[in-house]
């Protein structure tokens, strides 16, 4: 199955709000409400910031924020800060037990 | 808190096989599935499969169907992902992560480099 659609990249001053789009098909994204996101720093691994959509779990801050919209799911950072400089990708069930992740959004807070 | 340890970083040969192990400290294999992601220099995440310690079921991704192997062991809470005929662009860093009942990453190993070099 072919990557999710992520823009290479974002950016936002410290404050500000910026949403990721992450976009599938209705084969998963579309399909099933099991779209996770994750922040990666460099070098790092990665770090769960939202499950099934809009959960968040234990430990994240509230700035970040999921969303799905038909075949397009969202990440939203609000508050920007300048930790939250980083990698992010989205993954989505894809059917028959498959994942699929998206290609990856590297943030930049300006 | 649940701890996942991989093998040390590898140099292969094009054409040989790698097997990366990772360790679950703090986790008892139940239903869970242990998958491996891949993400090559500079590059995104890739999945590539998983793998059911308790049962031994298996379900790869379709680029690496044929070259991967993903096993486990339950007596020492360890799985393996193997992944043969290698070539230069099987270069990158190795995770292993838990997919749990949240449908999501929540713990990921610490990642194995594996550099493919003649």
């Known amino acids: 199955q072919s990557a999710l659609t992520q823009p290479p990249s974002a950016s936002g001053s410290p404050g500000q709000s910026v949403t990721i789009s992450c976009t599938g098909t209705s084969s998963d994204v579309g399909g099933y409400n099991r779209v996770s996101w994750y922040q990666q720093h460099p070098g790092k691994a990665p770090k769960l910031l939202i499950y099934e959509v809009n959960k968040r779990p234990s430990g994240v801050p509230d700035r970040f924020s999921g969303s799905k919209s038909g075949n397009t799911a969202s990440l939203t950072v609000s508050g920007l800060q300048a930790d939250d400089e980083a990698d992010y990708y989205c993954c989505s069930n894809a059917g028959y037990g498959k994942l699929v992740l998206g290609g990856g959004t590297h943030l930049t807070v300006l | 808190q649940v701890q996942l340890l991989q093998s040390g970083a590898e140099v292969k040969q094009p054409g040989a096989s790698v097997k990366v192990s990772c360790k679950a400290l703090g986790y008892t294999f139940t239903g869970d599935s242990m998958h491996w992601l891949r993400q090559a220099p500079g590059q995104g995440l890739e999945w590539m499969g998983w793998m059911k310690p308790h049962s031994g079921a298996t379900n790869y991704a379709q680029n690496f169907q044929g070259r991967v192997t993903m096993t486990g062991d339950t007596s020492t809470s360890t799985v393996y992902m193997e992944l043969s005929r290698l070539r230069y662009d099987d270069t990158a860093v190795y995770y292993c992560?838990?997919?749990?009942?949240?449908?999501?990453?929540?713990?990921w190993g610490q990642g194995t480099l594996v550099t493919v070099s003649s």
């Open positions: 992560a838990i997919y749990d009942i949240l449908n999501s990453f929540d713990s």
